[in-house]
């Protein structure tokens, strides 16, 4: 992959001394942000242990995050930092700092719009804080009436309705462990999750809109809870309208069983330690990992992100295209609410009816944080300038993005016509097991095409060798791992410790690894170069097929590129790629040769592909990431399994037709 040397943002003196993260430095008398990083993660003069515990300490006060009952302790690692217990001694409840307080009688933000909401047709909706008060009381009271108390699971198979933050919050009141399932999943994937986490209560919707059409959840929900015996309750939120299959014994309409409850409730105060959510990995490979989270780790992690990485103001009307089934749902409702802020909430497709979908909301309704992955920003580029340009996007100060490493081009793109060419793109990296990032810039940092910036402050990362030790040449990759632990960082999980320390820690001693490459250029900006757990082992020589698709997309005639292993007599492995071409740019012989060459020459000619296939679309997941798995099962001619996850599954048959 080549990656340009440019800078293309530099922040103005006035936004750094401005930015909350510079107010912070400015209390506690640090210069740069060199200093305040070291002093986050290594051993400081007066401080007892280390500066991760004054950090961590100081944070919690800064952020103004209110404990009924103070912690004796920041962190305890006595167990090694696979197994460490954070602001032990101490009790809270996330719903009471992202919800309670805000709607206090007092409060300046009781009125305020917690939650702006649009629904695909067009629909829309704003839940004040004092709204959504009423409302998560409602449902921690309707929790209570079925036995649901500390521990126990509820199951939040949902369409994206402002209602989700309710049932979230309404699950931390009586302190139940929430267990968001991704509204796009099927039965089995559905079925898998509940069984796992033994959902007693599981909150679903009749359907939602989808690309125009009425998508019916609950039968799907049926049939995944006819697969498990722990649901006793279903509670049914109505969103479409008409008839649905019912069980009377069982299940009962969300304004029945919720909206009839008294509007005020006792939020429990927790230990700290206390589980607030169950959320699980995407299963695209493998069953799927139950993450634990905690109502400290989680509220103080997202709370320091949104308040520093994306320098949250009290105007902001903050949007992140997500689902409440991945991280990046709970992440985004906790992070804002914790300040009082505003949440845009929207039900249906990205470019759906027309390609402009996304920007019209910005225009609709003054976003002024916008988050996106970079697969969903390279599908709408395609469609072309045009669309963008129709729409007054000046609201936004802030783009942020996630999920998979970007391609320059697609960045650019980002940044020069969404962002017009002076809006920092906040690129993240962390996932599911930290609820949180490892690497994100700050508003006081310049930017070049793809960079994340560098280490996040309080995180203790680095790039390591297959021997542990430190990367210190310029652009060499190495595996990105952690060196201790953070309070977010999923403390073994739901299925027990054998898996969590196989896949976080057998790679290298007291080291999270965390499944990624990165690498470090000369002037100290940090990039991923997709998963270090995901090769190609061609003639013995190993390769990414993020590497391999970087490399294509690098090609001013690709938009889109995926890789995958074929068996191959000659060298054991063969790289096979999948590319979707420019608009406008016709399908070759000659062409398809000027791909191949071009790879061979960015990464040499072993990896040079044995076929380039030119197809429309690739398979996707809702919140946009391409599936190799599934890619690889058409060409080998496999059986594809479950497709519940897949937003698009018509593109398999279009790949097959291509073979």
């Known amino acids: 992959m080549t990656t340009s040397t440019e800078i293309r943002y530099n922040p103005s003196e006035e936004r750094r001394e401005k930015s909350n993260i510079s107010q912070f430095m400015e209390t506690y008398g640090i210069e740069t942000f060199e200093e305040l990083h070291t002093r986050s993660v290594e051993s400081v003069a007066g401080i007892e242990e280390s500066g991760l515990d004054w950090f961590w300490d100081t944070v919690v006060n800064y952020l103004g995050i209110e404990f009924y009952e103070p912690y004796d302790t920041v962190r305890d690692a006595s167990d090694g930092p696979?197994?460490?217990?954070?602001?032990?001694?101490?009790?809270?409840?996330?719903?009471?700092?992202?919800?309670?307080?805000?709607?206090?009688?007092?409060?300046?933000?009781?009125?305020?719009?917690?939650?702006?909401?649009?629904?695909?047709?067009?629909?829309?909706?704003?839940?004040?804080?004092?709204?959504?008060?009423?409302?998560?009381?409602?449902?921690?009271?309707?929790?209570?009436?079925?036995?649901?108390?500390?521990?126990?699971?509820?199951?939040?198979?949902?369409?994206?309705?402002?209602?989700?933050?309710?049932?979230?919050?309404?699950c931390f009141k009586v302190g139940a462990i929430a267990v968001p399932i991704f509204s796009g999943f099927g039965v089995d994937a559905t079925a898998t999750r509940i069984a796992d986490a033994g959902c007693s209560v599981l909150f679903t919707g009749d359907g939602f809109y989808r690309r125009g059409s009425e998508v019916e959840l609950k039968p799907a929900a049926d049939?995944?809870?006819?697969?498990?015996?722990?649901?006793?309750?279903?509670?049914?939120?109505?969103?479409?309208?008409?008839?649905?299959?019912?069980?009377?014994?069982?299940?009962?309409?969300?304004?029945?069983?919720?909206?009839?409850?008294?509007?005020?409730?006792?939020?429990?105060?927790?230990?700290?330690?206390?589980?607030?959510?169950?959320?699980?990995?995407?299963?695209?490979?493998?069953?799927?990992?139950?993450?634990?989270?905690?109502?400290?780790?989680?509220?103080?992690?997202?709370?320091?992100?949104?308040?520093?990485?994306?320098?949250?103001?009290?105007?902001?009307?903050?949007?992140?295209?997500?689902?409440?089934?991945?991280?990046?749902?709970?992440?985004?409702?906790?992070?804002?609410?914790t300040f009082g802020g505003t949440v845009m909430i929207y039900e249906g497709a990205p470019d759906y009816p027309e390609p402009d979908r996304l920007w019209q909301l910005i225009d609709d309704h003054g976003i002024s944080v916008f988050g996106v992955s970079p697969t969903a920003v390279r599908a709408l580029q395609k469609h072309g300038d045009e669309w963008v340009e129709k729409h007054d996007l000046s609201t936004l100060r802030l783009l942020g993005s996630t999920g998979e490493p970007w391609d320059e081009d697609s960045w650019n793109w980002f940044y020069d016509q969404v962002g017009n060419g002076e809006t920092p793109i906040m690129n993240?990296?962390?996932?599911?097991?930290?609820?949180?990032?490892?690497?994100?810039?700050?508003?006081?940092?310049?930017?070049?095409?793809?960079?994340?910036?560098?280490?996040a402050i309080g995180m203790d990362v680095d790039i390591?060798?297959?021997?542990?030790?430190?990367?210190?040449?310029?652009?060499?990759?190495?595996?990105?791992?952690?060196?201790?632990?953070?309070?977010?960082?999923?403390?073994?999980?739901?299925?027990?410790?054998?898996?969590?320390?196989?896949?976080?820690?057998?790679?290298?001693?007291?080291?999270?690894?965390?499944?990624?490459?990165?690498?470090?250029?000369?002037?100290?900006?940090?990039?991923?170069?997709?998963?270090?757990?995901?090769?190609?082992?061609?003639?013995?020589?190993?390769?990414?097929?993020?590497e391999v698709e970087e490399a294509l997309i690098d090609h001013d005639a690709v938009n889109a590129a995926a890789a995958i292993g074929a068996d191959d007599e000659t060298k054991g492995t063969a790289v096979v790629t999948f590319v979707i071409l420019e608009s406008g740019v016709e399908e070759s012989s000659d062409l398809l040769d000027e791909l191949g060459g071009y790879v061979g020459e960015e990464l040499g000619k072993p990896f040079q592909p044995r076929e380039i296939i030119v197809v429309d679309e690739f398979p996707k997941t809702q919140s946009g990431k391409i599936v190799r798995r599934l890619i690889q099962s058409v060409y080998e001619g496999d059986e594809l399994g479950d497709l519940s996850s897949i937003e698009n599954p018509d593109a398999l048959d279009a790949i097959g037709d291509t073979l």
Request: net charge negative; proline share 4%; aromatic share 12%.
């Open 82 to 170: 696979q197994f460490t217990d954070w602001y032990v001694g101490g009790e809270l409840n996330i719903a009471h700092n992202v919800v309670d307080r805000h709607a206090a009688p007092t409060a300046e933000t009781r009125n305020n719009a917690a939650c702006l909401w649009e629904g695909e047709n067009g629909e829309t909706r704003t839940l004040t804080y004092h709204d959504l008060y009423r409302q998560s009381n409602q449902v921690a009271n309707a929790l209570e009436e079925r036995g649901i108390g500390m521990g126990d699971t509820v199951g939040l198979y949902m369409p994206m309705v402002p209602e989700i933050a309710a049932i979230l919050y309404g």
């Open 223 to 337: 049939e995944a809870i006819a697969q498990t015996d722990s649901v006793e309750h279903v509670i049914v939120y109505e969103r479409l309208g008409g008839d649905v299959p019912w069980h009377e014994s069982r299940d009962e309409w969300w304004d029945d069983a919720v909206t009839t409850q008294a509007d005020t409730f006792e939020t429990k105060s927790l230990p700290s330690t206390a589980q607030s959510m169950l959320l699980y990995s995407s299963g695209t490979t493998g069953t799927p990992k139950g993450i634990n989270q905690t109502h400290a780790g989680a509220l103080v992690q997202c709370a320091k992100e949104i308040y520093f990485s994306f320098d949250h103001q009290p105007s902001d009307r903050f949007f992140w295209l997500s689902d409440i089934g991945w991280m990046m749902g709970p992440w985004m409702l906790i992070g804002n609410h």
């Open 464 to 546: 390591v060798n297959a021997r542990g030790e430190s990367v210190v040449d310029s652009n060499k990759r190495g595996y990105l791992v952690a060196r201790s632990s953070a309070p977010s960082m999923t403390r073994s999980l739901w299925s027990g410790d054998e898996r969590y320390l196989e896949a976080y820690w057998s790679r290298f001693d007291d080291m999270w690894n965390h499944g990624d490459w990165a690498r470090k250029d000369e002037d100290g900006f940090w990039f991923l170069l997709g998963r270090s757990d995901d090769v190609l082992n061609v003639a013995g020589r190993k390769v990414g097929p993020a």
């Open 428 to 455: 993240i990296s962390g996932g599911t097991e930290i609820f949180g990032c490892f690497l994100q810039p700050l508003p006081l940092h310049s930017l070049k095409p793809c960079t994340l910036g560098g280490p």
